[in-house]
């Protein structure tokens, strides 16, 4: 037995040589193509005539080694949701997918995936340049900014693999760095506009990109050429803490951010005219907008998801409130320099996005309405925001959280996070109830899902 | 022993079975179970009412609990029939026991009636409670059903199930006539009233869809009268109620009615009916044959909800001395307050919408900081006697804030509290003491009862005053007032006495001016109604609210020859500033006659550029902590999108100094020149400054200054020697002992808080108070005349809060 012991621990280290090494080695397993893992945001593209839908997926499970940025053909989509119809598929049990699965019973459909790209795991959101050409998704873990290319057709790029390359990720601090400036951690919202266009400045003058940090900052950021990194041009500290997202006034030029902590919105103005030039530009503070008349369950207490502005130009925005749940119609009072509170909606538990649509535009049945994506009673609120009041809810989404609505087809988009599937759901029926045309229920009914339902034991 | 055919185990194998039975048992027991949490209520909110005989296990006629305790020891009691919006449900609450009913106990948890998707309304007709009716918004019916399905332990008698749905149109609310042989549905969606009938057995015969007319008539005028009041002291100054112009409806124009409430008039029969689309209160007659429309009500504005009043007494004092009154109150959907119709037969302003409170709010709404989402009207005690003072009766010493006896106006708020408004306070004559003298209750001094204004909930001994004492901190001194208003150290500015407090206003401070002995330093509003409790201050040369933002110095811009400063986010009119020439032609009457004129002072840093120019550093940052001095201008025109400018604030530097060292886009910001900045804690910068139609900024010409009108002031900057009033407060700074007042960017700010404010009359329906108290929107207010309860709907908070009014207050919540 002491012979046997002898050679024991020359032996356990070499093992454990060789077993370290291979761990430290791991470089994870590659997302798979076509395939959906806890998405956070779709947007349909173009905005004004949609063709396809852009996915984000955050590998919130961390299977993977990293996230993936898809898009996806809504023309296959609607032909496919049709077969199902066609089969007698009800659309609670309608899977469409782009890989054929032989015996499986989704509806396979060859042509749906259009293209992907990889990034960083745990993105927050996706942003679109005014063109449309390009792609910003801001990812949470590595603070990193991806910026992906995007054809006509709908194809994806970011450098000569899937895996974006480092000319399509991170921010150039370089300038910024001279002056002290440095891009802060965990960004989770992000808005992307054109400078001339929002700013003034001369034409030519690109993109501009502005960053929302959880801890309570925002950064203004040039958006720089294809194949370029983004410019950091200037940081604004000092705001609320746990900000959730940014949104940009289109009457003042100003961007609202929310905070998830406090009653009030902070904004802040990127300043710049006809005279300047965007590296140059600045920050400054714009002042919080109290949120007054409502009751938070504790003094000094709110927590505001998400703004969204008015879509018909309207001086009025709708402000998502977590506590208490509602929607809020709240129009800038400008002597006060606080907001008009103009009508409060309440919504179900977890309220977090909310997308407005002008629906039947033109018409005499034309409605404008807010789509609330209630994550926690995994329900969707859909309000008039005129009226304003509760129009129909539609239950039954395992993890609503992303939306985007299609006012051509009249469909709903729902990312569905928990269930790592995209719900393709008609809203006709309540249009119809609101036009008063309608011969049935009024609820909005299911036609089917992008991808197949991956059930989640628990997800706190 | 007995064989099992096994082999027996060995010791050590005995032992290992036994730990791991032990281990895996203790591992159970530390596991918590799943905890089921029973499903109570889920977005409540129509509430109707039913009495139950626990005896005989019938509902019965409502009659049958009137004036019961409610308590589970009486055999009949209300039952609550609640509709669970998120879930299509009507839950069941037996009011005795506070109990919210489990309708099935063979299906664990809490199960309650399905019905149609997002039910709206709940009907129990009073005197034929057998069959309940349902209207549900989503699915687009109305459902009868045995009103014994919704309790566990109800019994017949037998009663049908059945609906009707409607072809078209989304019911958004459902009555009964008063007859009870009718139901009526709004139907917004295709503009008309559906009109069902109710046959014999209960159930629902044919709806008729009665199209509403979408025109608007003219409006009544309302003119001005005197309103109930009880006020004491006797000699309290108030501002009467003005006169009213009705609300302009061209913008309607060409609208569809969205009809979404009824109301039954319980004298006469009609139907009221709210739209949320045109300025109407749509009107119908009812007989046996149906619904008849008439001359519908211009109120001016949308309106989302309805209450009627009884007849009331106009003035104070009982019904058979005073002319009669009554009132329709509506709740203005855009404005989110509540206004008041005349709605006395008879009367030469029927229909008109009356004019309510004479301070800054808008004179024709019932205002609160808060959003109103729903009223309805209490009659506490309707049977009551009127309080007669001086004779030393029950009620008369029993009279207090709190205690409602009469009718009153109930409005749920968005900050989820229920308020009262007063409109026929039967003890209203016995407050204050006969004659404003020797109430009942000593602390009852100041008396402030007016119909259509909230109610003062509190006994208010002494009237409002100013927590401790005015400061007026200069530099570092902290700048303490004697009671003349004088600096005692005699170093900074104070204030002056004046005269006499302005009309309607009274002494705050000292308190030797309250009682007449002193002369007043600080006035505030006689007006309860109009005086929030805030803190005011007024800062020498302070900035302006909200005038921060990017900006540019030009010698030129737009071909005129400057110096400007191009405001790059305009508005700048908006928060009310002033150019020096934009005061020239304002009347000496204006309390804005003769300001200089506001300035602007850069704010940002020195760019980084100029640093190392020479003549630029006098604008850099100091690195000691100190605060730069301050670099700017005197604005001479002000307009929406830019600055002219005048001399600058030092002679050590000149606008082309400043333009070449600040070359790019800057921040800056507007302060006053020469003169304090008056903000109130939550009143704000209040001024009257807009822009004209060129983009100017002028104090507003259209209004014409009248003393005794506040909104007509609103000077929003107070100037030595000159008394800044703005219908709120009212004081005179004076710079005796520092002639010429402080140095350009010095320290000095006065400060006082006002103390003793009246309180509104209310409660809140959040679940408790401080961290992890859920949030309350009130959704629906709906009063028990059988109970004398009100009860309020929580929606956000899943709650039923029932409130009593002796006195007036929560007394439960039920989820």
Redesign the interface.
Known sequence: MRDHLRGLPLGAIALLALLSGGCLDNTGITPPGREFNFPIAGRLWPADAPTHLLVANTNFDLRYNGGTLSTWSLTRLDECLLTCSEMGIAGEDCYVTDIIRPGSDEVACPGLFKSEVIIDSFAADIALSPAGDRVYVPVRSSSELFQVELASDGTLSCGPDRRCDDSHQGVDDSVARE?GITLPVDPVGIYVGSASADL?LPEGSGDYVLLSHREGATSLLSAGTPGTQASLIDVRKDFAPNLASISRDPN???MWIPSASRPAIDRV?V???D??ILS???L????SLPL???????AGYGDARQVVFDPRGLHQAYVLSR????LFIVAPD?????VE????V?V?SGPSRVTVAVLRAGTPAEHTLAFVSCFD?RDVYIIDVD?PR?V??YRGVSGPFDLAVDPVTEQLYITDFRASVIRVVDIAPTLD???????G???PRQLGMLGRPRAIVELR | MMSLGLRPLGRVSAFLLLGLALALGLAGCRQSGTVVTPVRFD?PRAIAFACFDTTTHLFVERSRCEGLEEVSTEPVGLTALVAQ??RGEVAAVDLRTGQVLDSDSLVPGFTFRRVG??PVAIVVPANAPATTYVAS????KIQWIPTADLRPDAVGPSSSTGEVVL????PSDLALSADGTMLFAP?A??SALAQIPILADGSLGTPTILDLDGAIPAAVVAPAADPFERICPTSAALRTLPAMAPRPTDDFLGLSP?PVRVVVDPDSGDLWIAD?NLPLIHHFSVDATGATPLTSLNVGAPVADLALTPVVPATLGAMAESAPARYLYALD??G?DVMAVDLLDGSASFGAVLSVNSGLATPDRIHF???A?TLTVLQPQPTGTVCVPGIDSEEETAAAPDLLRGVFLAIG?????ARIVDVYDLDAACRGGNGCSSPANVSDVNVFIRRNEPRIGAALSASVGIQTSPTFSFESSPGVLDDTGRDQAQAGPGLQALDACPDFMSAIWPSTAQDGAASPVVCAATDPWELPAERWTATWEAAL??T???G?LLSELDGAAGPWL?A????VC???VLGADDTASLGADDPQAGYGGDEVVIT?DLP?ASEALPGCEPFLTPTDGTERDPVGFAILAASDDRLRLGDSLSAAYSFDDVLTCFP????YEVRSRAAYTVLGSSS??M?RVAADAFGRCAVDPSVVVDPTEPRTFLPGRAVAGRTFDNGLVAFTIQHEDIPGGPAPNARAQLTFSLSRVPPGLGA?M?SAE????????V?ELVWSPIDQSLFGVD??GDRLVQMKMDPFRVVRSLR
């Open positions: 002056q003034g003042s030029g100003l103005g300043a710049a005219d005279r300047s140059e530009s600045f400054y503070d714009a002042g007054r008349g409502i009751d938070t369950g504790a506590q208490p749940r509602a400008e002597s006060q320099d606080g509170l103009r009508g409060e309440d179900g009673s009226a509760l129909s809810v109830c609101l036009a008063g045309t309608a011969s229920e009024c609820t | 977005r919006t998120a998707v997002d918004r989503g699915s687009r072809d078209r149109g989304s139907l969606d295709i969205a949320t959907v855009r989110g900081p808060s959003r989402r708020l968005a900050d989820g509290s609210p909200g921060g933002g990017p540019r191009s790059r986010a305009g508005g908006a928060r009310g940002s980084v790019g886009l800057l921040t704000a910068f001024h809140s959040r401080g961290v992890g108290a859920t949030a309350a929107i959704d929606g956000h």
